[in-house]
C-alpha cells in the first residue's frame, strides 16, 4: 500500500482532466498531494481520445468548455465501449448553463461539478467518484456482497497487519447439475439464499475481522476470528442443508437426488446440493502472501469435496 | 355483487400495510431480539405463535427483493435468511390493535390452536417438514384479520348476519363481503409470493378436496381447524363447529384408531396452551 494513498485505494490514482482551463489545472493541484492522484490535464480533445484508450485512467474529467470535441460528445464516445463503462467520468460545466434543455439521462457521466469549483469541493466530489466506481466495479452483480479485488485487498491488508484471522472458501457440490436441469435463474436463487445464510451468520457470530466476499458463480469467502469460525461454519452447514431442499421441485426433494447430465454428457442421477468449506488460519503472522492462504484453501477443499454431504474442513496444521 | 364494489374491496384488502397484531407476543419477541444470548430458534418459536408476525416474516423472506420468492415456508428458514437486522426492524415497524376485542384475542388463540393441531396431524401422519403445516394452520384465518383491519365498517354487518341467521362466519363473510376469508387469503398468498403449498392450505381449508396440488395441505388444515374448534379452545367466529369433510380423512387416510390417539395428543397440548394469553 501507498504511505499516504487516498482512501483504501491501494496505488496513487490517475486522473486525466481535459480542459482548456489552466485554473482548473492549479484546483487539482491544491485538492490532491502526488502520492494521493497523478493529475495529468490536456487541453485538447482530439489526441486525449487516443491516450484514454491506450493507457486508461482512474477517472476522466472533462470541461464541457472543451474547444474541438463537445464535451458530452467525447463522454459517449468513452462510455460507448464496455471495456470502458465502469471508467467514471466528471462533466465540469458553468452553474449558469445547467439549463433545462440538457437531457441527463442521455449524458452518460457518473459525477458532475459547476463552477465556481473550490478545490475542496472538487477533492471530495472526484474522491467520491472514485470510491463510488470500486464499490460498483467489485460488487458481485448478483448478491451486491464485494468481489474479488475487496477480497484480495481485505485478505492481504490483515496480512501485511499480522492479525490472527480464519478464512473460510465455501463453494456448492452438484450446483451445476442442478443449473443444468432447472436453468440459470433457479440457480440464481441458490446462490441468493447461500449468500443470505453466510451473511447472516457471520453477521451473527460476529468480531471485528467478519467478512463477507463473493467470488464468483457458487464460490464465496469469509473471514472472522479464529475461535469463532469453527461455529460459524456449523451453522452455514446446518442452514443450509435444512434450506435448499425448498429449492427443488417437490417430486426432487421427495427422491432425493435429481438426474441430469453429467460433464461428458452422460445422464446419470445427482445427490442434492451441499455446501463444502474449507478453513485457513492465520496465526503470528505465518501467511506472508494472500496466493498462500488460497492455494492451502485449494487443498483442503479437495478434502472437503470428498465428503458428498455439506462439511467443513478446517487447517490441521494451525487449526 | 357488482363486479366493481368487489374490485374495489379486492384493492383495499391488498393495500394493507402495517398489520397489527395483540401485544403479548410482540413485547415478548422485542425483548428477546435485544438479548444478545437469545437464539434464531428460540425467537422462531415464539414468533410461530403469533399470525401476524409470522404472516410479516414470510411475506418479507418471500419478497423478490431477496432473489427466492415462494421458497421458503418455515419460520426458522425465514429468521435465518432475513438475519437479525431486517427481524428488528419489523418487530419495531409493527403495531398493536388500538382497541382489542375479545374476538380478535379469541381469533388468535383459534389460530395458535389449529397451527398446533395441523402440526401434530402432520407429525403422526409422518408427513416431511411438519412445521409447515403448522404455520398453514397458523395462518388459515389471516384473511379474517386482513379483512377486519381493511374494511373495518363491514365486520359489524357480518356479526350481524352471523348473530340473526345463525349461519357460519364464512357465509356471512360472502354475504355481506362478496367473498370469504378463504378467497382472501388466495389473494394475500400470490401477493406475498407466498410458497404454493401454504397458499393452498389458507385457501382450500374450507374445501380441501378440491386443492389440486397440495390435497394434503389443505386436508391437514382442514382437520386441524375442525378439531380445534371441538375443543372449543380460542374462537374462529363461529360458536360450535363446521362441517368434516369425510373426503378429507380418505385423502389423510386417517383410520378410527389414530383419530383417538390423536385426540389424546391434542388435549394434552392445549392443556399447556391453556396457561398462554395473548394480552
Given at each position: 500500500m501507498v504511505p499516504d494513498a487516498l482512501c483504501a485505494f491501494t496505488r496513487t490514482q490517475k486522473i486525466l482532466v481535459l480542459s482548456p482551463d489552466p485554473t482548473l489545472a492549479r484546483l487539482f493541484d491544491a485538492a490532491f498531494t502526488p502520492a494521493e492522484a497523478e493529475v495529468t490535464v490536456l487541453c485538447q480533445g482530439r489526441g486525449a481520445v487516443e491516450a484514454l484508450f491506450t493507457d486508461p485512467p482512474d477517472m476522466l474529467v472533462v470541461d464541457a468548455?472543451?474547444?474541438?470535441?463537445p464535451g458530452p460528445t467525447l463522454v459517449t464516445m468513452v462510455k460507448s465501449e464496455n471495456v470502458y463503462r465502469q471508467l467514471p467520468v466528471a462533466l465540469i460545466m458553468?452553474?449558469?448553463?445547467?439549463?433545462?434543455?440538457?437531457?441527463w439521462c442521455a449524458v452518460e457521466v457518473d459525477e458532475l461539478l459547476t463552477r465556481p469549483l473550490t478545490s475542496a469541493m472538487l477533492r471530495a466530489r472526484v474522491t467520491l467518484a472514485l470510491a463510488r466506481a470500486t464499490r460498483s466495479l467489485d460488487a458481485?452483480?448478483?448478491?451486491k456482497l464485494p468481489g474479488n479485488t475487496s477480497i484480495i485487498g481485505r485478505i492481504q491488508d490483515l496480512i501485511d497487519r499480522q492479525e490472527d484471522f480464519a478464512l473460510a472458501y465455501a463453494d456448492l457440490d452438484y450446483f451445476k447439475s442442478f443449473n443444468d436441469k432447472y436453468g440459470f435463474s433457479r440457480g440464481d436463487e441458490v446462490l441468493m439464499m447461500t449468500a443470505r445464510i453466510i451473511v447472516n451468520t457471520v453477521r451473527s457470530v460476529g468480531g471485528p475481522t467478519a467478512f463477507v466476499g463473493h467470488v464468483g458463480g457458487d464460490d464465496f469467502v469469509f473471514i472472522l476470528a479464529i475461535d469463532r469460525v469453527e461455529e460459524a461454519c456449523k451453522a452455514v452447514v446446518a442452514s443450509f442443508d435444512g434450506i435448499?431442499?425448498?429449492?427443488?421441485?417437490a417430486d426432487d426433494r421427495n427422491r432425493g437426488f435429481i438426474q441430469s447430465v453429467d460433464r461428458e454428457g452422460n445422464r446419470r442421477s445427482f445427490p442434492l446440493m451441499a455446501i463444502s468449506i474449507a478453513v485457513v488460519f492465520n496465526r503470528?503472522?505465518?501467511?506472508?502472501?494472500?496466493g498462500e492462504a488460497s492455494q492451502t484453501a485449494m487443498t483442503l477443499k479437495k478434502k472437503a469435496k470428498e465428503n458428498p454431504k455439506s462439511c467443513y474442513v478446517l487447517d490441521k496444521r494451525q487449526g | 355483487m357488482p363486479e366493481d364494489l368487489r374490485t374495489e374491496r379486492k384493492g383495499r384488502i391488498l393495500a394493507v400495510r402495517d398489520l397489527p397484531t395483540l401485544p403479548k407476543v410482540l413485547e415478548e419477541v422485542s425483548k428477546l431480539v435485544e438479548r444478545?444470548?437469545?437464539t434464531t430458534e428460540q425467537v422462531a418459536k415464539l414468533i410461530s405463535m403469533d399470525q401476524v408476525l409470522s404472516a410479516k416474516v414470510l411475506k418479507m423472506v418471500n419478497s423478490p427483493v431477496y432473489g427466492f420468492p415462494g421458497r421458503i415456508s418455515s419460520i426458522g428458514h425465514a429468521l435465518v435468511l432475513l438475519g437479525f437486522n431486517v427481524l428488528r426492524s419489523i418487530i419495531v415497524s409493527t403495531s398493536v390493535f388500538e382497541v382489542m376485542s375479545e374476538n380478535m384475542v379469541g381469533l388468535w388463540e383459534h389460530s395458535l390452536g389449529a397451527a398446533m393441531a395441523s402440526g401434530t396431524i402432520a407429525r403422526m401422519l409422518h408427513f416431511k417438514d411438519a412445521e409447515e403445516y403448522a404455520v398453514a394452520g397458523l395462518l388459515h384465518d389471516l384473511g379474517k384479520v386482513v379483512a377486519t383491519v381493511q374494511l373495518p365498517d363491514l365486520k359489524p354487518d357480518i356479526e350481524r348476519v352471523v348473530a340473526e341467521r345463525d349461519c357460519f362466519y364464512l357465509e356471512a363473510e360472502r354475504e355481506v363481503?362478496?367473498?370469504?376469508h378463504d378467497r382472501i387469503n388466495a389473494w394475500l398468498a400470490d401477493h406475498w409470493k407466498l410458497p404454493a403449498n401454504i397458499k393452498e392450505g389458507l385457501s382450500y381449508h374450507?374445501?380441501?378436496?378440491?386443492?389440486?396440488?397440495y390435497p394434503e395441505m389443505a386436508c391437514v388444515v382442514h382437520l386441524g381447524d375442525f378439531l380445534v374448534r371441538s375443543f372449543e379452545?380460542?374462537?374462529?367466529?363461529?360458536v360450535g363447529v363446521t362441517y368434516l369433510q369425510p373426503e378429507a380423512l380418505k385423502i389423510l387416510k386417517i383410520r378410527p384408531a389414530d383419530f383417538e390417539k390423536l385426540l389424546d395428543e391434542l388435549s394434552g397440548q392445549l392443556v399447556e396452551l391453556a396457561d398462554l394469553r395473548f394480552t
Open positions: 468548455a472543451l474547444a474541438d470535441i458553468d452553474e449558469t448553463a445547467l439549463g433545462p434543455d440538457i437531457d458481485n452483480p448478483l448478491t435448499v431442499p425448498h429449492f427443488y421441485d503470528d503472522g505465518r501467511l506472508k502472501h494472500f | 444478545p444470548d437469545s363481503l362478496g367473498f370469504g374450507h374445501k380441501p378436496h378440491l386443492a389440486q396440488l379452545y380460542g374462537y374462529s367466529g363461529d
